[in-house]
């Protein structure tokens, strides 16, 4: 009996070391990126373009909402004009930034695979290790926006 139990506590070991083993190899296949995904959206070559027909969009919703408050005597209404404004402004600036977002997603997986990269997270979330491709990924931005992609 006592040999069943030493048995089974040196198999049941085994077991523990050989999950852990496989883990640790998994875990050294895992190539790790960081990004600083502000400087990356900065640069995007369509970033200032951008901001200004979000600040244009955002100036004529303004104007349109003041306009109509200044016509309107009752304060619940005023209110709703003022939130409605809100929520437009941000719809057109979610709609315009989409196409940046989806760009730097293309570029970020584009340097991962080149780089055999496996996993990319945002660069202040890495506290040791892992490599810096945020110039990789600006510099494909500007090589996919340059060639009218």
């Not at 200044?70 to 619940?76: F, H, P, Q």
């Not at 809100?86 to 695979?113: C, G, H, T, W, Y």
């Not at 996993?119 to 491709?133: E, M």
């Amino acid at each position: 009996m006592y040999g069943l139990k030493k048995l089974s506590g040196v198999c049941l070991l085994a077991s523990f070391l050989l999950v852990l083993a496989c883990g640790i190899a998994m875990a050294a296949e895992e190539r790790v990126g960081g990004i600083d995904p502000q400087r990356v959206l900065f640069q995007h070559p369509k970033y200032e373009q951008t901001l200004k027909q979000i600040k244009d969009i955002a100036d004529n919703k303004q104007k349109e909402a003041k306009e109509a408050i200044d016509k309107e005597t009752d304060n619940n209404k005023k209110a709703e004009i003022f939130q409605n404004m809100r929520i437009a402004i941000a719809e057109e600036e979610q709609k315009l930034m989409q196409p940046l977002f989806k760009d730097i997603d293309l570029a970020v997986r584009s340097v991962a695979n080149a780089k055999q990269v496996t996993v990319v997270v945002d660069k202040t979330a890495l506290f040791y290790g892992g490599i810096d491709i945020t110039d990789d990924v600006v510099q494909e931005l500007k090589k996919k926006n340059a060639s009218g992609s």
